[in-house]
């Protein structure tokens, strides 16, 4: 579920509210999903379209979702589906990351490329 909730608090980022209308008092610099899914992707479309300030938050937030192709407990087609999702739905900066034969945990070679990515976004090379 933790791949599941930073995308639905990245959502939450983007229309500067929760679900329920409270607004999200947070500022969201990076998001990371590994081996997850999109709670709410039916009616991403619509809320994105609805404002301009949402669809630059959409344009320029940073998402790196990875997943594994041997993953059992959430099928690599839904990590798939969810990353072809953001994407069709303007969000430009999304990186999707495979693995072949990963199941549903992580391994080195994924959190190098987890710490490496976040480095870059978050400008943390430069410090």
Known sequence: MGAATSLYFATCFIHGQYENGDLYPANVSA?????????CSKNLKAKIERH?????????????LCHG?????????FGEKFALALSSNGFENMTFKSYNGLG??????????????L???LGLDSR
């Open 52 to 64: 301009n300030e949402v669809a630059r938050r959409v344009a320029s937030l940073p998402i790196l």
């Open 31 to 39: 998001v990371v999903g590994l081996s997850g899914w999109l709670l």
């Open 104 to 117: 549903h945990y992580t391994i080195p070679e994924e959190m190098e490329e987890v710490c490496t990515w």
């Open 119 to 121: 480095t870059s976004k």
């Open 69 to 77: 192709k041997g993953d059992d407990v959430v099928p690599y087609k």
